[in-house]
């Protein structure tokens, strides 16, 4: 019965652990496309708030990692799930499309983090760091999408800003 059980934890600690080290795999791509973003950002400010928010998710991906610790990464199940957890990048290149695509992985992120929140956890203080980076990567991602839609078509091709037309009476 005692082995029952600890083979029953050891498999829940081994999900935890993929689960882990899933989640820092999602801020390890999330920080490397805001680095990608920050060095396109024409905005100083801007570039080196994407380059701290940056620097914020390769703690988290540390952090998760050091959690999850060594996996073995070797087995078609790990691979298949790195494959399916990678965005590609845009095709195009310059801001708003960095911006875009930034902004899908933080989202990729927050969901992933609110996918674990919502199962039971054992560990309160991993429920509160895991809420922690949630919230950070909803932040993150309200920041990036204000910061697309900030990118007006008129903007970006250099033309005069349209002005709406008046409602009809």
């Known amino acids: ?21 899933r ?23 801007i570039r080196a708030v994407l380059a701290h928010r940056a620097n914020l998710q390769r703690c988290a991906a540390a952090e998760l990692a050091a959690r999850a610790g060594p996996l073995d990464g070797t087995t078609p199940a790990a691979g298949q799930a790195r494959r399916r957890d990678t965005l590609p990048p845009p095709a195009e290149s310059g801001e708003l499309p960095l911006l875009r695509y930034a902004a899908q992985h933080a989202a990729r992120a927050a969901a992933a983090y609110g996918e674990v929140l919502r199962q039971p956890m054992r560990e309160p ?45």
Not at 2 to 12: T, V
Not at 16 to 21: D, F, G, I
Not at 23 to 41: D, G, K, P
């Open 1 to 21: 019965m005692n082995a029952e059980r600890d083979a029953d934890m050891d498999a829940e600690r081994d999900a935890l652990n993929s689960t882990l080290a």
């Open 23 to 45: 989640l820092s795999l999602h801020a390890t791509q999330c920080a490397e496309a805001l680095v990608a973003v920050a060095a396109a950002a024409s905005d100083p400010q």
């Open 125 to 169: 203080e991993l429920r509160l760091l895991l809420a922690h980076y949630y919230r950070g990567a909803t932040e993150l991602q309200r920041l990036l999408e204000q910061r697309a839609m900030e990118f007006t078509p008129s903007r970006i091709a250099g033309m005069a800003a349209r002005r709406p037309a008046r409602p009809m009476h």
